[in-house]
T-cell receptor, first 111, second 115 residues
């Protein structure tokens, strides 16, 4: 079953623009994580936000969490070509120590 | 050198063959995981291990088995491979001191094709 669902499935923007991706989930969570995957490579952890946090920053990344709407957003500011990748959210919430993953948003940054 | 190393990186095999994917890590983490990634479906957990004597089934364990040979080594086996096991497989680790749902550290993946 899929707890997290990212939106949009694909996003293409010009270099320098901001990119926003969203993640919705179904059950209550302890935390939500965002990961990046370059094509065919391993996933890399970007940021973890806890259920009692509303916003978190890391460099050009800004993550928000709205537990009342069961949703999170990842904002990448001043995008670069190197940001081209797929972005995944992962949540807990099923009580058996397993993260549940969304299908990802494919982000393409055009030069 | 990578902290989480998977071998082989690519493998093509035939239906019915036994395949082993190996994972070793230098992060010193007790927790290790095997995931499968299919296009459009995200990651799905196959098996996980919280220490050498602890093995747990994940969401899609049928057709797979694992062995935790040491804290640093966790291997995934397909006893009799079938075409719908064609996928990208990832090994990951996590630090239990970061809680039960902490950050995962991934290997580069093993792409398996079953003909």
């Amino acid at each position: 079953s899929q707890q997290g669902e990212e939106d949009p499935q694909a996003l293409s923007i010009q270099e320098g623009e901001n990119a926003t991706m969203n993640c919705s989930y179904k059950t209550s969570i302890n935390n939500l994580q965002w990961y990046r995957q370059n094509s065919g490579r391993g996933l890399v952890h970007l940021i973890l936000i806890r259920s009692n946090e509303r916003e978190k920053h890391s460099g050009r990344l800004r993550v928000t969490l709205d537990t009342s709407k069961k949703s999170s957003s990842l904002l990448i500011t001043a995008s670069r070509a190197a940001d081209t990748a797929s972005y995944f959210c992962a949540t807990d919430g099923n009580g058996n120590y397993q993260l549940i993953w969304g299908a990802g948003t494919k982000l393409i940054i055009k030069p | 050198d990578a902290d989480v190393t998977q071998t082989p990186r690519n493998r093509i095999t035939k239906t019915g063959k036994r395949i082993m994917l190996e994972c070793s890590q230098t992060k010193g983490h007790d927790r290790m995981y095997w995931y499968r990634q299919d296009p459009g479906l995200g990651l799905r957990l196959i098996y996980y291990s919280f220490d050498v004597k602890d093995i747990n089934k994940g969401e899609i364990s049928d057709g797979y088995s694992v062995s935790r040979q040491a804290q640093a080594k966790f291997s995934l086996s397909l006893e009799s491979a079938i075409p719908n096991q064609t996928a990208l497989y990832f090994c990951a680790t996590s630090d239990p001191d970061r809680g039960p749902y902490g950050e995962l550290f991934f290997g580069e993946g093993s792409r398996l094709t079953v003909l």
